[in-house]
Every structure is written in C-alpha cells, then in structure tokens.
C-alpha cells in the first residue's frame, strides 16, 4: 500500500467516524437510545408508532398482486440461507481452529430487532426479520470468506472490485510476487492476532 492509499484509508475510517456520530445525533431526534443492543423508544414516541401501524386489512388492501405473488419467492431463500449459515459455521469451526485464525462472532452480524418497532405489522415484523437473517447472514459469511482469503491469498485481483471486504484494500498487488512470498506469514500471523496486515514501508 502506497503513502497516499494509507492516507485515503485513514480518510475513509475519519469520515466513518464522522457518519457514526451524524447517525447518533439523528437517533436522538428520533426519540430513541440503544441500550445494550435494543432499541428503546421515549414514551410518547413509542406510543405515536402504534397508532402509524396499519392493521392487515389495510396494508393487504394497499398491497399489489405482484408483492402476493412474488412473496413465496423470496420466502423461499430461507433454505439456501440456513443451509449456507449452518455449512459456514462448520466450516470455520473445523478450519479456523485448524489454522488458529479467530473465529467470526455470529451475533456480530444477524440484527433481529426491528420486530420492537411499534408501527411495525405482524406481516412487515415477519418481512424485517427475514431481511436482517439474510443480510446478516450474507455479512457473517463474507467476513468468514475474507479471513480466509487473507489466510490463502490476500492478493489484489487484477480488475477492479465493486465494494471489496474490509481487509482487501491492506492485500498485496496484483503481480507482486517477492511480495507475496515475503508478506504472507505476516498476513497469516496478523490474522491469527487479529489485526488488519501492515502496511509495507
């Protein structure tokens, strides 16, 4: 990584920052706190959300036939995504433990807590979950797929990335093979630490 990628990168974690803090004034504005991990509402708000809640009949009445239609499809997903969370969670059971990398946390990345909203129906409840098990799920996988890819090959490709993992900006250039032979008991041992690799100097 070159001085000047350092620097966009540090300009990237600055700005995260930065939006984190907006993120936290705007929840204060909307009248809620995060308490260990939940959600809570002031009263008046709390109550203000169950009287926006439509009953079924309503929403069913404002919803097309295509949404109908089109919602065992997407319900459908569930089976691949439990398939693919259970197959992940053994997989880094048995080779992260092998290879010493630390484990991903699970809970880190499937957020199930939008059922506590207020305006909130049973229907859109069931839709939210859904929605937060399948990008978590998605999440957890590709930080499992990023570790491994710093074990074996934390090499750059060749094209660009459309929004590459975290850790894919710290990989090594594409063609820069005395690099790779030099840096990858680094990558693997910073992965065993779990530290993001080093820039080289």
């Known amino acids: 990584m070159t001085q000047r990628m350092k620097e966009i990168a540090d300009e990237i974690v600055g700005l995260q920052a930065e939006l984190d803090r907006e993120i936290e004034r705007r929840r204060r504005a909307l009248g809620w706190t995060l308490s260990e991990k ?5 009263m008046g708000v709390a109550a203000q959300h169950r009287r926006l809640r439509l009953n079924l009949v309503k929403f069913f009445g404002r919803t097309s036939p295509a949404v109908v239609l089109t919602a065992p499809v997407i319900y459908s997903l569930i089976i691949p995504l439990l398939l693919v969370d259970v197959w992940v969670s053994a997989y880094q059971a048995i080779c992260f433990r092998a290879y010493g990398i630390p484990r991903v946390q699970r809970r880190d990345y499937i957020a199930l807590d939008r059922d506590r909203l207020g305006y909130l129906n049973v229907i859109e409840r069931l ?56 840096r990858l008991n680094d990558f693997r041992a910073r992965l065993r630490d779990d530290t993001p690799p080093a820039a080289p100097n």
């Open 38 to 42: 939940i959600g809570e509402f002031e």
């Open 127 to 182: 839709n939210c979950t859904f929605c937060g098990y399948a990008n978590g799920v998605i999440g957890y996988v590709r930080e499992v797929a990023s570790r491994t890819e710093q074990y074996w090959c934390p090499i750059k490709h060749a094209v660009k990335v459309t929004d590459p993992h975290r850790r894919y900006y710290e990989f090594l250039e594409f063609g820069d093979a005395e690099g790779y032979r030099a």
